[in-house]
C-alpha cells in the first residue's frame, strides 16, 4: 500500500503539472523575527501525539526558521526553511525529514533556490532499501514550502492567493496551492475566546485529477488578525492522504 500511495501521487502530479506557472511573489506586510514557540500535534478528538518545537532567527534580510515534532510513537518530523524578505517572501532553501511509524514513508528532501538542485533519499517500505534522487529544480519566484501560514498572516483581509509547493512523489513537483479566507469564527485559546479568520488550504489539482482522488482531505488554518497578525489552529494531514492532525500553541 505504501508504494501505491506514491504512484498515486505521481500519476495524479504528473496530471497536473501541465497548468502550473509561475506568478507573483508574496508581499511583506508583517516581517518575520525572532521566534521560540511550542506547538502542539494532536488528533482531531484531543489525543496528545507530538510535541513540537518552532526556532526561527532573522540576521538582516534573512530568516531560517526550524519545526520538529517528536512523537510519542518515536516518530520525528524536522521542517527547515531559509526565506529573504525585502519587499517580498523568497523561499531560499528548503528540507524535509520524515521518519518513524506515523508516516507511510521515511523521507529525507531538500532542495535550493541558489545552487538549482535537489536531493530526496526515501524508503517506501521499512524493510525496503533506501533510494536516492538528485537533480535540477529551478524554482519559481512564488514556491512556498514551509511558508503557507506565514502567507496567510500576510493576506489583506478577505483576499485570497495561489501559490505553488514542491511536492516529493518522491521526484520533486510543482503544485499550485489555494490560501482562501471561508470565515470568521469564534475559537478559543485557554478559556479566552477571539475572532479568528478560518483559511482553507486546496491543491489546485483540474477537475480530472480531482476525480482521481476524490477523498482528499480540508486542510483548515486559523489566524488573528489585527495589527499583529497570528496563528491560532492548524488542521490537516502532514503527508499526502495521511490522517487529519491539529497543531496549536502549547
Given at each position: 500500500m505504501k508504494a501505491v500511495t506514491i504512484a498515486v501521487l505521481a500519476v495524479a502530479l504528473l496530471l497536473a503539472v501541465g497548468s502550473v506557472g509561475s506568478a507573483e511573489p508574496v508581499?511583506?506586510?508583517?516581517?518575520?523575527?525572532?521566534?521560540?514557540?511550542?506547538?502542539?500535534?494532536?488528533?482531531?478528538?484531543?489525543?496528545?501525539?507530538?510535541?513540537?518545537?518552532?526556532?526561527?532567527?532573522?540576521?538582516?534580510?534573512?530568516?531560517?526558521?526550524?519545526?520538529t515534532f517528536r512523537f510519542v510513537d518515536g516518530s520525528f518530523y524536522d521542517e527547515?526553511?531559509?526565506?529573504?524578505?525585502?519587499?517580498?517572501?523568497?523561499?531560499?532553501?528548503?528540507?524535509?525529514?520524515?521518519?518513524?511509524?506515523?508516516?507511510?514513508?521515511?523521507?529525507?528532501?531538500?532542495?535550493?533556490?541558489?545552487?538549482?538542485?535537489?536531493?530526496?533519499?526515501?524508503?517506501?517500505?521499512?524493510?525496503?532499501?533506501?533510494?536516492t534522487l538528485t537533480g535540477k529544480l529551478s524554482l519559481p519566484p512564488d514556491v512556498y514550502n514551509g511558508m503557507l501560514i506565514m502567507l496567510m498572516k500576510n493576506l489583506p483581509a478577505g483576499g485570497s492567493e495561489i501559490v505553488q509547493i514542491v511536492a516529493f512523489t518522491p521526484k520533486?513537483?510543482?503544485?499550485?496551492?489555494?490560501?482562501?479566507?471561508?470565515?470568521?469564527?469564534?475559537?478559543?485559546?485557554?478559556?479566552?475566546?477571539?475572532?479568528?479568520?478560518?483559511?482553507?488550504?486546496?491543491?489546485?489539482?483540474?477537475?480530472f485529477v480531482s476525480l482521481l482522488i476524490s477523498d482528499l482531505p480540508d486542510v483548515k488554518c486559523w489566524v488573528v488578525g489585527g495589527e499583529a497578525p497570528g496563528f491560532v489552529r492548524f488542521e490537516g494531514p502532514l503527508y499526502f492522504m495521511g490522517p487529519v492532525w491539529r497543531i496549536e500553541p502549547s
Open positions: 508581499a511583506v506586510r508583517y516581517a518575520e523575527g525572532v521566534t521560540r514557540g511550542f506547538p502542539v500535534l494532536r488528533s482531531v478528538d484531543g489525543q496528545r501525539l507530538a510535541q513540537g518545537e518552532l526556532i526561527q532567527v532573522a540576521r538582516g534580510d534573512r530568516v531560517d526558521s526550524r519545526l527547515r526553511v531559509a526565506f529573504s524578505q525585502q519587499g517580498t517572501f523568497t523561499l531560499q532553501s528548503y528540507r524535509l525529514v520524515q521518519r518513524g511509524p506515523s508516516f507511510p514513508e521515511a523521507l529525507d528532501a531538500a532542495f535550493d533556490r541558489e545552487t538549482e538542485r535537489y536531493t530526496v533519499r526515501y524508503k517506501s517500505d521499512a524493510d525496503g532499501p533506501e533510494e520533486p513537483r510543482l503544485v499550485k496551492m489555494q490560501l482562501a479566507p471561508v470565515a470568521d469564527e469564534r475559537v478559543t485559546i485557554g478559556e479566552w475566546p477571539i475572532t479568528a479568520t478560518r483559511y482553507a488550504i486546496k491543491p489546485q489539482l483540474g477537475m
